[in-house]
């Protein structure tokens, strides 16, 4: 028998997550369309959406409602972050895209960590599907070693004497 109580608040932190994920990486994926970080950019915001419809999909299987409350304090949290000073006011500092990339990073790192939870569960709870779990966490795990390289990439760029081109967009690479 689960503690349906705290799992729930559990799942539905996450599902918070995922959303304001999902707004993050979609609004890079279209301040950067036309860049090499689009396409990346653009595929990582899809695989979290259905990473979310995924954790919907569980949530359900265990009976477990969805808060909508805490989905919209998790978009008005994602909105608050947009406001950090980065060097520029009126304008999208190139440190955004660090700062982005590190936080949705930080997000599938507890994404995975979610998907490792509910994985220990399954040997108490059969309405877990332990196959899709390990699918989600592979894919969890690829997602974070993408993240990462567009995270350094961007970082040596942001930070390399005479920082990124004027506009804030990513100098075009030679590789």
Not at 35 to 40: C, I
């Amino acid at each position: 028998m689960t503690d349906s109580t705290h799992l729930g608040i559990y799942l539905n932190d996450h599902l918070a997550g995922s959303a304001a994920g999902v707004a993050v990486l979609r609004r890079a994926a279209r301040v950067h369309r036309g860049t090499e970080l689009g396409p990346p950019l653009a595929s990582l915001a899809l695989e979290v959406t259905q990473d979310c419809e995924s954790l919907l999909r569980v949530m359900a299987d265990l009976g477990l409602p969805v808060r909508r409350r805490r989905m919209v304090l998790g978009r008005l949290a994602e909105k608050a972050g947009r406001l950090k000073l980065n060097g520029r006011v009126l304008s999208r500092s190139p440190l955004s895209d660090v700062v982005e990339l590190e936080a949705v990073r930080l997000g599938v790192e507890g994404k995975a960590c979610a998907w490792r939870s509910l994985e220990a569960l399954a040997g108490t709870e059969q309405r877990i599907d332990v196959v899709r779990l390990q699918e989600l966490l592979r894919r969890a795990e690829r997602q974070i070693q993408v993240l990462e390289a567009l995270r350094v990439e961007r970082a040596a760029q942001v930070f390399a004497a005479g920082g990124p081109n004027v506009g804030g967009g990513p100098r075009s690479s030679s590789r």
